[in-house]
DNA sequence: CTTCTATCTGAACATTTGTTCAGATACGGT
DNA sequence: ACCGTATCTGAACAAATGTTCAGATAGAAG
């Protein structure tokens, strides 16, 4: 039982980050110990620190990497030049994402209160920058009369709310399909903003 | 400097729970100890047993009272047989009542998984309730036709969803007043739901 | 003024926390 | 067969944790 010592290993690394990741979404970043997350891996609480200088940087990590693969995935999504299209896209894209990775979600959500003052704002950018992708197609769509919305900045973060509160319910094998869910949403959507 | 000792104190358990709540919002409940407690009241730790038999205790009366009074307040807001008006009504209800009590609201959806399994069931419960209530605005509309929802539960959920984002962003004084950010959220809100 | 009691202090407790480090170990290269 | 080094163990550290309790204290009641 347990790792024999000495042997290399470039599976310890992300052993440890995604037993973190589960303990963290499950108890919480200041309700898990380290010697939790290295008992999860099968190794003593000391052989966590060859991989991450303390116990906020895997947390950060974690929240960092996260949100650059959400940026990276969207900025993929080629995006259509109509706005209504663009944000049908957004939205299917919103929900499927975030359905692969409850954890990260999780985490990037309720974790950011224990994040240090530098890796908080690092953190916020990249979240910013989402948001302003979103709030673009928004913009776009105002400005070709497509779309009727008073203020695009308030209806950016209420459609992305509204996309994450299916995170609170959605378990595969419900009621509903993953496509019906989407249909469902993106009706909402597309009636809270269409002029 | 701290509180003489023998002093009548109907006044501690208030004050416990009120630096209870702050804390535990700014920084999480596993986050905050009973000293830093005890330090915020002016008083020593032993002292916080007097008012409460432990530190999980404390948070859930804190969850506990949140959702009564808020299914309180809701129940005393005298809805309108309109399902439109209802839905109106709601919504100023929520946000209202919501940004009146920011560290409750935090509180109630962030602690959630650092109540015990029991006390858990019980808050959970008292949140359906809240939910089912708005459900049945959307049914009552819905079977009027004035409403044309995919899946009422659905909505429900979304609908809760995008009103608690206004949290995570208004400010009062800020750019938007009460009343024009209640008016943006109706209008998203009546026009995702509106046949 | 004396007595009573609710309230608070201050110390103690067993455990757990994040982190460090000297030494043991086993694999890859020679 | 041996060495070098990346990796892990196991023990140690001071500090902090939730909780308990005997005793001090001050206000209320008589």
Do not use: C
């Not at 910013?128 to 913009?139: C, D, F, H, P, Q």
């Not at 009621?175 to 949403?185: K, N």
């Amino acid at each position: 039982m347990a790792r024999t010592q000495g042997s290399h290993s470039d599976i310890t690394g992300p052993r440890i980050r995604s037993a973190a990741l589960r303990l963290f979404a499950r108890h919480g970043y200041a309700a898990v110990s380290m010697r939790q997350i290295a008992k999860e891996v099968g190794v003593q609480a000391g052989a966590l620190y060859n991989y991450t200088p303390d116990k906020q940087s895997l947390l950060f990590r974690l929240m960092r990497e996260h949100m650059q693969d959400l940026l990276q995935a969207y900025a993929a999504l080629n995006s259509s030049s109509d706005p209504q299209e663009a944000l049908r896209g957004f939205v299917g894209f919103h929900i499927r994402f975030h359905l692969e990775r409850p954890d990260e979600v999780f985490i990037a959500y309720m974790e950011l209160r224990n994040l240090t003052p530098e890796n908080f704002a690092e953190i916020e950018d990249l979240r910013r920058s989402y948001e302003n992708a979103v709030e673009k197609i928004l913009r776009d769509g105002q400005r070709s009369g497509r779309f009727a919305i008073a203020d695009t900045k308030i209806a950016t973060l209420a459609v992305i709310a509204m996309l994450n509160g299916v995170m609170t319910w959605y378990r595969a094998g419900g009621r509903l399909s993953l496509d019906e869910v989407e249909q469902a949403y993106w009706d909402m959507v597309r009636r809270a903003v269409t002029a």
